[in-house]
């Protein structure tokens, strides 16, 4: 059985910052690139990071600079850490794994910034 847990969600001030982690389980972790994306009320998802498996990041334009995708496959960990946090980035943060034919979804975190 996967199951990919997202933790590290919350409410910080704008400014802020927060990492986000998600653990897997029951996949090959290193043969899977992995991604955040996030969903807004009342908006699509949307892409915010990847990491494959080599390592190879790709932010979207919004997030780069202030944030940081990264992996440990030790611990079969995907973080984001993210930093100078605006009201725009609130939003569900849900973590991917991907590989060939095979997707996983976790259940997601809130992520509030005040302003």
């Known amino acids: 059985q996967v199951q990919l847990v997202e933790s590290g969600g919350g409410l910080v001030q704008a400014g802020g910052s927060l990492r986000l982690s998600c653990r897997a389980s029951?996949?090959?972790?290193?043969?899977?690139?992995m991604g955040w994306y996030r969903q807004a009320p009342g908006k699509q998802r949307e892409l915010v990071a990847t990491i494959d498996t080599e390592s190879r990041t790709n932010y979207i334009d919004s997030v780069k600079g202030r944030s940081t995708i990264s992996r440990d496959n030790a611990k079969n960990t995907v973080y984001l850490q993210m930093n100078t946090l605006k009201p725009d980035d609130t939003a569900v943060y849900y973590c991917n794994a991907e590989s060939g034919l095979h997707r996983h979804w976790g259940q997601g975190t809130q992520v509030t910034v005040s302003s």
């Open positions: 029951g996949i090959v972790f290193k043969f899977y690139a």
